[in-house]
């Protein structure tokens, strides 16, 4: 965890990135995270919100600006480097091992990490404290779980790395309203725990819910930036589609 809030658990300046030979998709995003917090991104469909995101975690090639982890430059690191270095990524699909017990899903997901503080008995312990429901269910099978189970299992596979940024894509995406409050408290937890969190989400209403501050993103750019308090009330159609400035 970082002490105090001089050095921001993450700094994104000038970010742009894209596919392959087309246009940039994430068009210049600048944006600094406060350690401990949760911060959603918002935006229509197809407003570079994933793509956004796997910048981040490096699995789309940064073509200009950089991305930091409590300071530490990891712009052109690979994914496995961003993990040592602090940054924990959960895609909206295929986040765990289905085929693989809860167990296995665990083992795997330090098998490679080399190098980073924390990672051991003593975070397992701390991470099963914050899923319960996991604790004593190593040997069930991760594709029997339920939908927000898996979730769980999700998060909790991603903070095992002792992670100082987790980075979550749609975590509510296809399920129910119930298993949504579920895991957005999860989401809390997790923030409790002292891990910054990045949440990019389409289910505004439940992300806002949580989030101490949105940031709305608008064809790959940031339109807007407020306490998430102040945009639970906003109109959708003009936030979303407002003139980006």
Same mark, same amino acid.
């Given at each position: 965890m970082t002490e105090g809030n001089s050095i921001p658990a993450l700094a994104i300046e000038g970010l742009r990135a894209g596919y392959g030979r087309g246009g940039d998709i994430v068009r210049g995003i600048d944006l600094r995270q406060d350690p401990e917090t949760i911060l959603a991104v918002i935006g229509p469909n197809g407003s570079g919100k994933s793509s956004f995101v796997k910048t981040l975690a490096g699995l789309l090639d940064v073509r200009g600006g950089s991305v930091r #982890? !409590? %300071? @530490?430059? #990891? !712009? @052109?690191?690979?994914?496995? /480097?961003? #993990? /040592?270095? %602090?940054?924990?990524?959960?895609?909206?699909?295929?986040? #765990?091992?289905?085929?693989? !017990?809860? %167990?296995?899903?665990?083992?795997?997901?330090t098998e490679f990490l080399r190098g980073r503080a924390g990672v051991g008995p003593e975070q397992r312990e701390r991470v099963l404290a914050l899923f319960p429901e996991l604790a004593g269910r190593f040997r069930a099978r991760a594709g029997d779980l339920s939908g927000g189970q898996r979730q769980m299992l999700a998060f909790a596979s991603a903070l095992l790395a002792n992670p100082e940024v987790l980075l979550l894509d749609e975590p509510s995406a296809g399920l129910s309203p119930k298993i949504v409050d579920q895991t957005m408290e999860a989401v809390l937890r997790v923030r409790e725990a002292g891990v910054t969190v990045l949440l990019v989400e389409q289910n505004v209403t439940a992300a806002l819910r949580i989030a101490d501050e949105a940031v709305v993103l608008v064809a790959g750019q940031l339109s807007l930036r407020a306490r998430a308090a102040d945009l639970r009330a906003a109109d959708l159609g003009e936030l979303f589609f407002a003139k980006v400035v």
């Open positions: #982890v !409590t %300071g @530490h430059d #990891v !712009t @052109h690191e690979a994914p496995a /480097s961003r #993990v /040592s270095a %602090g940054l924990a990524y959960v895609p909206q699909e295929a986040n #765990v091992f289905a085929n693989l !017990t809860i %167990g296995e899903n665990f083992k795997l997901a």
